[in-house]
């Protein structure tokens, strides 16, 4: 189950200095950053369903198109350098059609961005290697967390 939280005032700060390169992007697109510590991956863009939309406008916030949850826990270990790159992954995968004023969420063949790969190449590659690693850590770290409390059971 997802554990959602408000955003950390530095991440949002990253994002919208990423974010502000992106003008085409920006000039269409609304999106809103929400924490959500058992994501398993560093983030995940979704389309806001409308009733994220009515919830939002409620509050008095313009209309939000596409939602993005980042796991902090695995952002936060992350170099300047390194959480740039995964914010402009996450931004590349938000694509704009003007002429059917249509907007897309992307999913990549190989799990890479060949244009980000261009722009960063090496050290792209390193923060996905990070992320498979870290990734990997979380889930053996919650499957020896089950396994000892299955264990503590039989013990009784």
């Given at each position: 189950m997802a554990n959602y939280e408000k955003i950390s005032p530095s991440l949002q700060n990253s994002f919208d200095k990423v974010f502000d390169k992106y003008q085409t992007l920006a000039n269409c697109v609304n999106i809103k950053l929400i924490c959500d510590t058992k994501l398993k991956e560093y983030y995940k863009p979704v389309m806001a369903n409308e009733l994220?939309?009515?919830?939002?406008?409620?509050?008095?916030?313009?209309?939000i198109n596409v939602v993005i949850f980042f796991n902090e826990e695995l952002t936060d270990v992350l170099e300047d350098k390194q959480l740039d790159i995964v914010l402009e992954e996450s931004l590349a995968r938000i694509e704009y059609d003007s002429e059917k004023d249509k907007i897309t969420i992307v999913d990549y063949d190989l799990k890479l961005d060949t244009g980000l790969y261009g722009k960063f190449g090496d050290d792209y590659v390193n923060v996905i290697k990070l992320k498979n690693e870290m990734i990997q850590q979380k889930?053996?770290?919650?499957?020896?967390?089950?396994?000892?409390?299955?264990?503590?059971?039989?013990?009784?």
């Open positions: 994220t939309k009515h919830l939002i406008q409620e509050y008095g916030k313009p209309e889930k053996d770290a919650e499957e020896a967390e089950k396994q000892a409390k299955k264990d503590k059971k039989t013990k009784k």
